[in-house]
């Protein structure tokens, strides 16, 4: 099983509409857990942490089942601005936990 | 979060030849981290570069191909030796000054011809 997986998509989705994301990690010792967005060339840009009692920001939510090794990242009212890669990131245990393994992202195009 | 300086921004390099990317923070920080991102890959850490002492390098990665330098807190490089066109990629350096989240450097597209 791969550290970090996602479905790499791409999702198209109109504007306003309500986009989820997941992701599933494999070492259970993980301890922090975020959800980065890439626009294309540029570079990884962190979008929110995610906490075990979930959160939201804004019109994102996160959310975390430690049982299932499961992280979602849902976006609601979509905007064309929205359209990125999303990137599901997990520390890797011992080491400090400052390094971090990436999934491969999830490519959203929100579309008019 | 800090600020990183990157360069070069790109380089298209004959194989054979080595390339150094420089990575300037604009405060200091204990640790950085160089990764490489494959065209449709996730991000893959390189190595841990820490001020006074050698790089610690990730499972797949040598220091004679990726040699780095950190002279002081606010800055490090990474050369990538004897290029081949595997080895086109874009490099990022991070660091993190709390243990939560990274902040990236705007990248190195390297293409080697």
């Known amino acids: 099983r791969k550290e970090v997986e996602q479905d790499p998509g791409p999702f198209n989705v109109p504007e306003g509409a309500t986009v989820a994301f997941n992701c599933t990690y494999s070492?259970?010792?993980?301890?922090?857990f975020f959800w980065y967005r890439q626009d294309c060339r540029k570079e990884p840009k962190l979008l929110m942490s995610?906490?075990?009692s979930g959160n939201e920001d804004g019109r994102f939510t996160a959310q975390l089942n430690r049982a299932s090794q499961y992280i979602s990242l849902l976006i609601r009212d979509s905007k064309l601005s929205d359209s990125a890669t999303y990137l599901c990131?997990?520390?890797?245990?011992?080491?400090?936990?400052?390094?971090?393994?990436f999934g491969k992202g999830t490519k959203l195009s929100v579309i008019p | 979060s800090a600020v990183i300086s990157q360069k070069p921004s790109r380089d298209i390099c004959q194989r054979g030849t080595s390339l150094t990317i420089q990575c300037q923070v604009d405060?200091?920080?204990?640790?950085m981290f160089w990764y490489r991102q494959q065209p449709g890959q996730s991000l893959t850490l390189i190595a841990t570069?820490?001020?006074?002492?050698?790089?610690?390098?990730e499972s797949g990665f040598v220091i004679d191909k990726f040699p780095i330098s950190r002279p002081n807190l606010t800055f490090s490089t990474l050369t990538v030796s004897n290029m081949s066109p595997e080895d086109s990629s874009i490099y990022l350096c991070?660091?993190?000054?709390?243990?939560?989240?990274?902040?990236f450097g705007s990248g190195t597209r390297l293409t080697v011809v």
């Open positions: 991070s660091v993190t000054r709390e243990p939560r989240g990274y902040t």
């Open positions: 070492n259970s010792a993980s301890q922090s």
């Open positions: 995610v906490y075990s």
């Open positions: 990131v997990v520390n890797r245990p011992g080491a400090g936990s400052y390094q971090l393994t």
């Open positions: 405060s200091q920080v204990t640790m």
């Open positions: 570069a820490n001020q006074g002492s050698e790089a610690t390098y």
